[in-house]
């Protein structure tokens, strides 16, 4: 039977310790202070230790969903030690894109004085900027590195071989590739992104593992991918006594035992309920019914 690792993992080649899922901060402007403390202190008791945010999320307000961080820090300074923080630079709608090294290093000491920290724990590109040499870059993240304003470096959206070029321009690991990664969206698996992954000893980093909520309110008899999808996934969920959202984030986790999926919900009671997902047992049969459903053909 496959089953998620349910223990702390180290990113990439990073001594950064997290949680095998981690929870997001995409839609935490959707609430006020108090529920974002509420959010965050959810997830670190449940074992979410790594707390992804990015200096676009809560945009038009850019900014905001780090504000609210930074308000939870200021308020319970001891909080910043218990969690991994990782943040983004990159996005300024609507240009849409700039990773030019004095845009980056600026977005990273705002993205600091919104978080009310003095360091952020893993900086990602956001999304690959197609202006910006990778030399520049990578020259824009080592020059945070070495004024010991990141500890790690990452990417997110790229393709591998973007991955490859700028990895090769810098004198240190990019320790991750933040993708889109679910039942619904398992390209990944398929476009080279995993193998890289792990061939850079890289952590592939799944967002949206529920395919952003869609893969909830699907209804499982109709006949289109995301039906056929929901199907299988039920047919886990209901031999393990979990929800449909607890067997799609399985999937994402026993693809490889790496992966680190982020949930996004902004319930707090369903924060902690989603590691039933570290309960799930699939059996190999019951996974590529899942690869099929999406593929919509058998696999040969
Ligand atoms: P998700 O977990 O796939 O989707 C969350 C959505 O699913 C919420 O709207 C939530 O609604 C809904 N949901 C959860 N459980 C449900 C249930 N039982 N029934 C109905 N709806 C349910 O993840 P996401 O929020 O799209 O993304 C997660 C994180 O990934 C983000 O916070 C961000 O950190 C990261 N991300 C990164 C990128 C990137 O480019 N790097 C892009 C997108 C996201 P409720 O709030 O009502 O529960």
């Known amino acids: 039977m496959l089953k998620p690792l349910a223990n702390e993992r180290l990113l990439g080649t990073s001594e950064l310790s997290v949680g095998p899922i981690s929870y997001g901060h995409w ?12 959010k965050t202190r959810a997830a670190l008791d449940a074992g979410m230790t790594m707390i992804d945010t990015a200096s676009v999320y809560g945009y038009p307000d850019f900014g905001k969903a780090e504000e609210l961080l930074g308000d939870v820090i200021k308020a319970d300074p001891g909080i910043r030690n218990e969690m991994v923080l990782a943040t983004k630079a990159g996005i300024y709608p609507p240009t849409p894109y700039d990773c030019r090294p004095d ?6 000491e705002d993205s600091l004085r ?14 690959p900027d197609m202006l910006t040499p990778h030399a520049d870059v990578a020259e824009g993240l080592m020059r945070l ?30 320790v991750a590739n933040q993708v889109e990664f679910s039942p619904v969206r398992q390209d990944p ?66 693809s490889h035992p790496g992966i680190v999926p982020i949930i996004g919900t902004q319930r707090v009671e369903r924060i902690a309920e989603a590691n039933r997902a570290l309960e799930v047992e699939m059996s190999r049969e019951e996974y590529y019914a899942i690869v099929t459903a999406w593929r919509g053909v058998g696999l040969p």
């Open 189 to 254: 698996v398929w476009d080279g992104t995993l193998d890289q992954c792990q061939e850079y000893s890289a952590t592939l980093i799944a967002w949206s593992p529920l395919g952003g909520g869609a893969l909830m309110t699907q209804d499982a008899s109709e006949a289109s991918q995301t039906g056929r999808i929901a199907a299988a996934l039920d047919a886990v969920a209901d031999r393990n006594g979990v929800d449909r959202g607890a067997a799609a984030l399985a999937f994402t986790m026993v």
């Open 145 to 174: 590195v070495e004024a010991g304003k990141v500890r790690e470096i990452a990417v997110s959206n790229y393709t591998p071989s973007m991955f490859s070029a700028l990895q090769s321009m810098l004198p240190r690991p990019l």
């Open 103 to 108: 845009t980056i290093v600026q977005t990273c």
């Open 27 to 38: 839609r935490l402007s959707e609430g006020n202070a108090a529920e974002a403390a509420a």
């Open 114 to 127: 919104r978080l009310n920290t003095d360091v952020i724990d893993l900086f990602y590109i956001h999304r």
